[in-house]
């Protein structure tokens, strides 16, 4: 088994909304998420998030800064992923759907209605508490 390194990245409209998906797959399947994903080999954490972003949401984003990391341990599934999560700007694009394979839908929450905690994955829950 080897440590998986992703990125995320929190996303915010101008009525101050965040972006987030609802996943398909393991790991964390049915979970409300910020977008992002791998990091492929030679690649910099800031263009993954970047290219992830505009791969699964249609949205063009800037890197601002660094917000957290999360690191999810599970043992039982065989899986250790270590997560760095960034507050992007989001430039433009219209937001869809481009994997519907991999998330069930994409939605805006407003910080004060956001899902239940339990029905946000683990590596996200973090950084929906630092923007509040």
Same mark, same amino acid.
């Given at each position: 088994?080897?440590?998986?390194?992703? /990125?995320?990245?929190? !996303? =915010?409209?101008?009525?101050?909304?965040? &972006? $987030?998906? #609802?996943?398909? %797959?393991?790991?964390?399947?049915?979970?409300?998420?910020?977008?992002?994903?791998?990091?492929?080999?030679?690649?910099?954490?800031?263009?993954?998030?970047?290219?992830?972003?505009?791969?699964?949401?249609?949205?063009?984003?800037?890197?601002?800064?660094?917000?957290? /990391?999360?690191?999810? !341990? =599970?043992?039982?599934?065989?899986?250790? &992923? $270590?997560? #760095?999560?960034? %507050?992007?700007?989001?430039?433009?694009?219209?937001?869809?759907?481009?994997?519907?394979?991999?998330?069930?839908?994409?939605?805006?929450?407003?910080?004060?209605?956001?899902?239940?905690?339990?029905?946000?994955?683990?590596?996200?829950?973090?950084?929906?508490?630092?923007?509040?």
């Amino acid at each position: 088994m080897a440590i998986i390194v992703g /990125t995320g990245a929190v !996303i =915010q409209n101008d009525e101050g909304q965040v &972006l $987030l998906v #609802l996943r398909k %797959k393991d790991p964390e399947i049915h979970k409300w998420s910020i977008p992002g994903g791998k990091v492929d080999p030679f690649e910099t954490l800031e263009h993954t998030i970047v290219r992830e972003v505009e791969e699964e949401t249609g949205l063009v984003v800037e890197v601002e800064r660094l917000l957290c /990391t999360d690191e999810t !341990i =599970q043992p039982e599934q065989d899986r250790h &992923l $270590l997560s #760095l999560i960034y %507050k992007v700007r989001y430039t433009g694009g219209e937001p869809q759907n481009r994997e519907p394979q991999k998330h069930a839908e994409l939605r805006w929450f407003s910080l004060n209605e956001l899902p239940p905690e339990t029905d946000i994955a683990t590596f996200s829950r973090e950084a929906l508490r630092l923007i509040q």
